[in-house]
């Protein structure tokens, strides 16, 4: 993974607890999400609406509730500025191939327009 | 103070569908050639609101929007509740043709989105000279079904939410805010069950794959319009669609998801424009 696509998923920590309207809107879920960007997974705790961590290496085997999986090319393309058809939403990756989403659809689909907007985040200019 | 007061005006006819009486509410803007619209499914006629405003267009066409029954400010049957929602072809159509004969239209040009894009195939192919053009939005002859659709309607999943969630990847991203929240709020303001019961039509009953021979669009021109960023009904859906029907004119709409007429007003205008000079000057 290129260090510019680390940086650009590490910072959904800053941004989401920088807008007070996300973290309003996720008031109601906690949980913990395996994040896979390419061939690095994260582990993304969400406690409350807050992103409370964001740790890179994630232990073989830690529970998670949710595993969203895509490809390097796949969240480079989401996090474009104005990404291309087809690429520009986490369902219209996952329906194209290029992202699985597996665990606790319940979660998903409760909390499901929250989930994409914290992992579009990094579309978003530099957050600094 | 100042006030707008919009052109449009909204009334209720009350009309059988298939042996039911229903109470639709409508609205409709302009004079001429009728041009009625269909909204996509889990919304309702305000999708159309930029249109019925716009006097390039109500110069010349009667526009027409109604709220299926079930959806908008028309009420569903009576006994709605002792059942589930279900959309079907024959009922789809009966509505259509029923609201037609009741407001006893000549000839109107038929424009649907989504669900109302598919619709307009089958009415194309089962009763086209009752029209005098027939333009579907975001249409094709067959999706594949690509996500289970019982989470939209289960009580421990909030079903507006779900439902705008789920839309809102359909949304281009150059459409803005303000009409991609005003499109998704129509979605949260959904019945329960009534997105799901749309999509009955969508996924289980109107596969017209080889069933659309016939399609005379000499009489009946057919026009097929899709966003590039649709991928419910994708570009490639409609283009395919296209191929199989002689004639069938196909855009495929830049910048613009599965809502253009309510999404993206002014973008969408650039591509319906010159559809209905054409059908104008017919």
Redesign the interface.
């Known amino acids: 993974m290129t260090e510019s696509l680390q940086q650009r998923f590490e910072s959904i920590a800053q941004r989401a607890d920088a807008d007070a309207r996300l973290v309003h809107r996720g008031r109601h879920l906690t949980a913990d999400l395996k994040v896979v960007v390419g061939d690095a997974p994260y582990l993304l705790r969400i406690r409350a609406g807050r992103v409370d961590g964001l740790q890179a290496h994630m232990p073989l085997f830690a529970p998670a509730d949710l595993v969203i999986r895509a490809t390097q090319e796949a969240w480079a393309a989401l996090w474009e500025p104005t990404p291309r058809p087809g690429w520009h939403d986490l369902f219209a990756l996952t329906k194209r191939g290029a992202m699985t989403i597996e665990g606790d659809s319940h979660l998903l689909f409760a909390h499901l327009q929250y989930l994409k907007d914290v992992l579009a985040l990094p579309r978003q200019a530099p957050a600094h | 103070m100042k006030a707008t007061l919009e052109p449009i005006t909204g009334r209720y006819v009350h009309f059988d569908i298939l042996g039911e009486s229903c109470r639709v509410y409508f609205e409709e803007c302009g004079q001429g050639i009728p041009l009625l619209c269909l909204h996509t499914a889990g919304s309702d006629g305000r999708q159309f609101r930029h249109l019925l405003c716009d006097e390039d267009i109500t110069s010349r066409f009667r526009v027409i929007a109604f709220d299926m029954p079930w959806h908008g400010k028309s009420y569903p049957p009576v006994g709605y509740e002792q059942r589930d929602y279900e959309l079907t072809t024959e009922r789809y159509v009966a509505t259509i043709r029923a609201f037609i004969a009741a407001l006893e239209l000549d000839r109107p040009v038929v424009m649907g989105c989504s669900i109302g894009g598919r619709i307009v195939l089958q009415l194309a192919h089962a009763h086209g000279p009752e029209f005098r053009a027939l333009i579907g939005l975001e249409g094709a002859d067959h999706q594949q079904p ?3 659709t019982s ?1 939209l309607d289960r009580p ?3 079903g507006g ?2 439902c ?3 839309v ?3 949304v ?3 459409s803005p805010a303000q009409y991609r929240h005003e499109t998704l709020w129509q979605y949260k303001q959904s019945g329960p069950g009534i997105f799901r019961g749309d999509l009955y039509f969508y996924r289980v009953d109107s596969d017209l794959r080889g069933k659309l021979g016939g399609i005379d669009t000499e009489t009946t021109p057919l026009y097929l319009l899709t966003g ?2 649709d ?1 419910s009904c ?1 570009p490639e859906d409609t283009l395919r669609t296209a191929r199989g029907i002689p004639g069938a004119q196909a855009v495929v709409m830049k910048e613009l998801g599965h809502f253009p007429m309510s999404e993206n007003p002014a973008q969408f205008k650039q591509y319906i424009t010159p559809v209905l000079h054409a059908i104008a000057q017919r």
């Open positions: 690509w996500y289970d989470w421990d999943v909030h939410e779900v705008a969630a789920l809102s990847g359909l281009a991203p150059q590039e960023y991928f994708s």
